[in-house]
């Protein structure tokens, strides 16, 4: 599946998602029980793939996985169908988390960054792909989501939310409250970093031999 972005939908599935989002806040502020169980059944694989990317952690990803549906039911009247519904419970997911990491040992998204990471704008040229995202659409996922685990969050979260929810870069900066410029470096330099690990990876299931 390519890369879903505003520029490429057309104005028919834009509308059919508008309506769609519409149907799920009236359900929702009426709480709805079957919608919600719809809701979860279409979402469940999706979100908890991304609280897995973020925590690292299966057990503590469960956990949180019911707290995002239990939010949802408590508070689903704030959702009013103007943003998509897959960013409006990943940006419940995400808060989550960092509530979390502030409780425990758990490095906080915001503060887990590399030594070498800034804010600087570092330019990929518009929401299109760069040679590295090219490459890694090629690539074996199984691979991709082995290596993924390797890397600090925030940079896991950003790799997950362009290749696995398909957001475009703006949105991804939307929904992680970060610059532009900063998603955009940190997408980059977490690419930059999956490739030579996944040629090790290779390499070690080859005997030593490249692939």
Same mark, same amino acid.
């Given at each position: 599946?390519?890369?879903?972005?505003?520029?490429?939908?057309?104005?028919?599935? =834009?509308?059919?998602? *508008?309506?769609?989002?519409?149907?799920?806040?009236?359900?929702?502020?009426? *709480?709805?029980?079957?919608?919600?169980? @719809?809701?979860?059944?279409?979402?469940?694989?999706?979100?908890? @793939?991304?609280?897995?990317?973020?925590?690292?952690?299966?057990? =503590?990803? +469960?956990?949180?996985?019911? $707290?995002?549906?239990?939010? =949802?039911?408590?508070?689903?009247?704030?959702?009013?169908?103007?943003?998509?519904?897959?960013?409006?419970?990943?940006?419940?997911?995400?808060?989550? =988390?960092?509530?979390?990491?502030?409780?425990?040992?758990?490095?906080?998204?915001? +503060?887990?960054?590399?030594?070498? /990471?800034?804010?600087?704008?570092?330019?990929?040229?518009?929401? %299109?792909?760069?040679?590295?995202?090219?490459?890694? *659409?090629? $690539?074996?996922?199984?691979?991709?989501?082995?290596?993924?685990?390797?890397?600090?969050?925030?940079?896991?979260?950003?790799?997950?939310?362009?290749?696995? /929810?398909?957001?475009?870069?703006? $949105?991804?900066?939307?929904?992680?409250?970060?610059?532009?410029?900063?998603?955009?470096?940190?997408?980059?330099?977490?690419?930059?970093?999956?490739?030579?690990?996944?040629?090790?990876?290779?390499?070690? @299931?080859?005997? %030593?031999?490249?692939?």
């Amino acid at each position: 599946m390519s890369m879903r972005t505003a520029a490429t939908l057309s104005a028919a599935a =834009v509308a059919e998602i *508008q309506r769609e989002n519409a149907a799920i806040a009236r359900g929702l502020k009426q *709480q709805d029980p079957e919608l919600l169980d @719809r809701l979860i059944e279409t979402y469940q694989h999706r979100l908890m @793939r991304y609280l897995m990317f973020l925590t690292g952690n299966r057990e =503590v990803s +469960e956990d949180l996985f019911q $707290e995002v549906w239990m939010r =949802v039911l408590r508070r689903g009247s704030q959702y009013n169908g103007k943003a998509r519904f897959d960013t409006w419970i990943f940006t419940i997911a995400r808060n989550l =988390v960092i509530d979390l990491s502030r409780k425990r040992t758990m490095a906080s998204l915001d +503060e887990m960054r590399e030594a070498n /990471e800034d804010d600087r704008p570092f330019e990929i040229e518009g929401n %299109g792909p760069s040679p590295l995202e090219l490459f890694l *659409q090629s $690539e074996n996922s199984a691979e991709i989501a082995e290596v993924l685990m390797k890397l600090e969050p925030n940079y896991r979260e950003v790799v997950s939310l362009r290749f696995h /929810e398909e957001l475009s870069l703006d $949105e991804i900066a939307t929904l992680t409250c970060t610059p532009l410029s900063t998603v955009k470096s940190r997408l980059y330099r977490a690419l930059a970093a999956l490739k030579p690990q996944l040629i090790n990876l290779r390499t070690r @299931r080859n005997g %030593g031999l490249e692939a």
